[in-house]
């Protein structure tokens, strides 16, 4: 068989056995020194999944250490190969089994987030269906935000990134880091949303995000301090382990308050919308388990009439995105943006504001330039 078709007839494949998992890993350096509130780094280190059955072959990742390869070979390769490529809920929960005595969260959820967005995409192309229309499409274009801003930046550096997304880019709503230095910096991060403000102008929204840099309080002082900066989205103004922190600042200001990036269980997103803690979720697909798990979360927020927005990745985002009625956005972040234009063919453009998946390609869109990454690859 050759691109999900029969050979005999061209239609496309209904069931096929999955043939091969395999994953690699490549670390790529960033284009300068980075920072956010509580983390600095100079590399990021993708984990590409490759999964393979009648003829073709689906594509996906999770960020995360190059550990994460050995657990995709070692304990969930066995339990998805065999399986029907169609049905990939089926291999979901084979490989939440295989990880039970491993730990289902973590490192653990982001491996398998990244073998099920390569079996969705797999699954896609044997149909030979975009995978946005394959999951359902719920829309054509998916609104993106400009992320970015690192708070190693100078204000020149700021203003430069945060200006090509605005005027150059037409995306009209962007994201900086503060927090600087776990909180201790609170004039520098104020300085630092003027200086976002003025750059923009008065129409594009500003978002800002401290990665859990701030005490409950401190959050609240901060939002209050810098209420000339006019943003409209605070994520993580506190740790997003703090669900009542979280609470107490969404009760204290004006912003949304945001959070759920690092949620990787279905249990932990319905525990954040329960208690009141957030106005938007937001899911990671590369870690919440994969496609299936980020719908299902998608599912829960809109259950508890909760915002819902994609956290990073936005290449192999863009699809699931195309398939939540109720996503808000999805977060254009440059480092991903980056890596993934260097790594894979097929990358969108969000001229505009959106980013619209490709109707003429099967599954992802994504095609994976193994030439170019061999000199990243460490795994």
Known sequence: MSGGKDPASGAPVSSAPVLEVRAAAYTVPTDLPEADGTFAW??????????????????????????????????????????DAFAVPACAEAMARALRNIGQSGGGAYAAS???????????????????????AAREDVPVYGSG???????????????????????????????????SAEQRDIERMLVARETIGPDAELFVDANGAYTPKQAARVAVAAHGAGFSWFEEPVSSEDLSGLRFVRESISADVA?????????????????????????????CGGITG?????????????????????????????????LRHLEWFHDHVRLEAMLFDGVLDPAGGTITPDAGRPGNGLTFKDADAEQFRVA
């Open 149 to 183: 801003g690192f708070t190693t930046y100078t204000d020149g550096q700021l203003s430069d990134q945060l200006g090509g997304w605005v005027a150059d880019q037409g995306i009209p709503r962007v994201k900086i880091k503060i927090g600087q230095d776990r909180g």
């Open 42 to 83: 100079d590399s990021t280190t993708i984990v590409v999944v490759h999964a393979k059955a009648g003829g073709a072959e689906g594509v996906g990742y999770t960020y995360g250490p190059s550990a994460l390869v050995s657990l995709v070979s070692d304990a969930l390769a066995p339990v998805v190969v065999g399986s």
């Open 294 to 326: 980020w719908l299902r979360a998608a599912t829960v927020a809109q259950a508890h009439a909760v915002g819902f927005s994609g956290h990073c990745a936005p290449a192999i985002s863009a699809a699931p995105a195309a398939a939540a009625p109720a």
């Open 114 to 136: 990244a073998v099920d967005c390569a079996l969705w995409d797999l699954a896609a192309r044997l149909a030979g269906l975009p995978l946005h229309r394959f999951l359902g």
């Open 259 to 287: 959070a759920g990036e690092y949620l990787t269980r279905l249990a932990d997103v319905e525990r954040m919308c329960s208690a009141g803690a957030v106005d938007c979720v937001q899911a990671d697909v590369t870690r």
